[in-house]
């Protein structure tokens, strides 16, 4: 039976958990489509208790698991917490998730190992154990994050057999924040319920995807899953976090989910303002000239709080955070918009290597994470000495990178063992000598200091001031202040989105204005109570009326009249 909600609101009703647990009840297969604030973690762990609820003595007596898989560690930790110890749920990363599925199957795995990669010419994996570790080296059976995706897809599509174990095994499966799910991953699903349907077993299995297209800013994940006749689509169109006022520009930024104020936020007053500037030379000196502190500062005495202060602008965030000199580098090397994913995406095998690898060891050294430092690093503990050896190599290492060249800090980790180099390190190395831009580009970064790769590695992995893209999402803030000021982006056009022709911008092959429209939707939803835009830039080809239609017409704002100049 389906539990009752309670509802302070008499005007709107929040009808999405009861539609959630009618298609437990009916085995259906569901997309839940949550807009910011609208308690989507909330749902997920109700959703999750109330299948234990109805199913768990069951599935226990016929071995059968919950799966709950999501995007981070740290979102595994914070179900784990919330839901309790459970025999029968298995919460876990899309990665851990699947090669715990996958890696039972040595020699299928070796099969498709085989096939996937022939233009490595793999001889024979037959006296190896396929590894899953945090770098490759296919040709010693050795595969990371990317191929377990890769890998896994390709058996499910090969091996029926495969899928109907997992099946068997996995009656329901909760995705977290689907729209960072690899596409890949999304397919397995897809496959699975297809082909329940075409034997009319479709209730057999069913599966629960929680998360919000308009909150996919990484190009990795799938963004939206189109409609589907397997799938019930729910939207939840409550707020949990943000005055009526920031509702309302949300409600017009995104059109297909109407929101409302639905916790203790109904009674925030707040505001929203469109802040601009109209020459370009207030553009190019906005930064050095001290205006940009000058209003954050106007901003905190009418707000009457602190201000947080999310920048749109990859270079002066690098400027400020402490990193420019490897934005610069690969900026300089990446053309165009690549510069970002192999840098901020880490897709660059040297930014990989040395933020995945090198910095979370430190970090997991210094929390005294031993287990998880062991699965971080490829030391060999041959003698009973080698414990205490590796101490002191951890402790070298961290004295070493407080004032340390990066090129000091990458010989230390391979000289003492602490790392072997992988299949990408390997292969950017092998073309280091014929290739002079990238042997100059590798010889650049050897002689920044190390403490550059740690201020970048707190940016992308910890709160920061200066961000949205990369660490805000999920996080809210009494007052804030988003700053675009980059004048040209390859993978955003935020001219043409806030003051030119969106239309010709949809209509655009790229995904550049559905990047653009996410980016600044998850941007705005930060703010609990008072939200200001202050855009730095000169171009205003189709003038003001989007803006103005947006946020109020009194409501956008010349920065010289606000600041009285």
């Known amino acids: 039976m389906v539990a009752e909600i309670e509802r302070n609101d008499v005007e709107h009703k929040d009808d999405s958990l009861d539609k959630i647990y009618a298609c437990i009840d009916n085995k259906k297969s569901f997309l839940l489509d949550a807009g ?15 299948i234990i609820e109805n199913n768990a003595i069951e599935y226990d007596r016929l071995a059968k698991k919950i799966g709950c898989i999501t995007y981070t ?31 039972k199957y040595q020699q299928e795995l070796k099969d498709v190992i085989i ?56 009656p329901v499966v909760l995705i977290d924040e689907y729209q960072d799910t690899d596409k890949n991953i999304v397919n397995i699903f897809f496959e699975c319920l297809s082909e329940l349907e075409d034997k009319n077993q479709s ?6 995807f929680f998360g919000d297209f308009m909150q996919s800013i990484y190009d990795k994940g799938i963004g939206s899953i189109e409609e589907s006749d397997v799938l019930e689509h729910i939207p939840k ?32 007053e707040g505001s929203v303002s469109f802040f601009y500037l109209e020459s370009e030379e207030e553009y190019s000196s906005i930064f050095e000239s001290g205006i940009l502190s000058i209003f954050k500062e106007r901003l905190q005495i009418n707000w009457g709080g602190v201000v947080k202060e999310l920048l749109l602008s990859h270079r002066e965030i690098a400027k400020r955070a402490g990193y420019e ?12 918009y690549n510069y970002q994913e192999k840098l901020f995406e880490k897709e660059c095998s040297i930014s990989s290597f040395l933020l995945n690898r090198v910095e979370t060891s430190i ?3 210094n929390e005294n994470k031993i287990f998880d430092l062991m699965g971080k690093i490829d030391y060999k503990f041959l003698g009973s000495n080698d414990k205490m050896k590796l101490k002191k190599i951890m402790d070298d290492l961290i004295e070493l990178q407080k004032e340390g060249k990066l090129k000091e800090i990458w010989e230390y980790v391979f000289n003492n063992n602490l790392f072997v180099e992988d299949d990408k390190l390997k292969a950017f190395k092998n073309k280091i000598e014929e290739d002079k831009e990238r042997k100059n580009f590798f010889q650049k970064l050897m002689d920044i200091n190390y403490q550059e790769i740690k201020n970048l590695y707190n940016h992308i992995e910890r709160d920061s001031i200066f961000s949205t893209k990369h660490n805000t999402k999920g996080d809210e803030f009494e007052n804030v202040l988003v700053v675009i000021g980059e004048r040209t982006w390859n993978n955003y056009n935020f001219p043409e989105y806030l003051t030119g022709d969106i239309e010709a911008l949809k209509d655009a092959p790229t995904k550049v204005y559905d990047r653009t429209n996410h980016l600044f939707y998850v941007s705005c939803s930060r703010a609990i109570k008072n939200l200001a ?15 103005q239609d947006w946020f109020g017409i009194d409501n956008v704002i010349l920065v010289n009249d606000f600041l009285g100049q």
């Not at 979102?75 to 899309?94: C, P, Y």
């Open 73 to 103: 560690n740290v979102a595994v930790d914070e179900i784990k917490d919330r839901i309790g110890e459970n025999s029968v749920l298995i919460v876990n990363t899309i990665h851990d998730f699947f090669w715990d599925i996958i890696g």
């Open 203 to 208: 209730d057999d299995f069913m599966v629960g």
């Open 36 to 50: 910011a604030g609208s308690g989507k973690t909330w749902s997920l762990i109700k959703t999750l208790e109330y």
């Open 363 to 365: 970090e997991l050294y």
């Open 325 to 336: 000199n490897i934005f610069n580098i690969y900026k300089e090397y990446y053309p165009y």
């Open 115 to 170: 096939d996937l990669y022939e233009d490595l010419d793999i001889e024979s994996l037959e006296n190896r154990n396929i590894e899953y570790r945090e770098f490759k080296v296919i040709k010693d059976g050795v595969i990371s994050h990317d191929e377990v995706i890769e890998i896994s897809w390709e058996m499910f599509l090969r091996y029926s057999k495969l899928r109907r174990i997992f099946m068997d095994r996995f």
């Open 237 to 268: 169109e409550t707020n949990y976090r943000s005055s009526e006022q920031v509702i309302n520009l949300l409600n017009n930024i995104r059109g297909d989910i109407n929101q409302y104020p639905a916790g203790k936020n109904k009674n925030i």
């Open 533 to 547: 835009i202050l855009y730095i830039n000169d171009q205003l080809s189709a003038g003001l009326t989007r803006v």
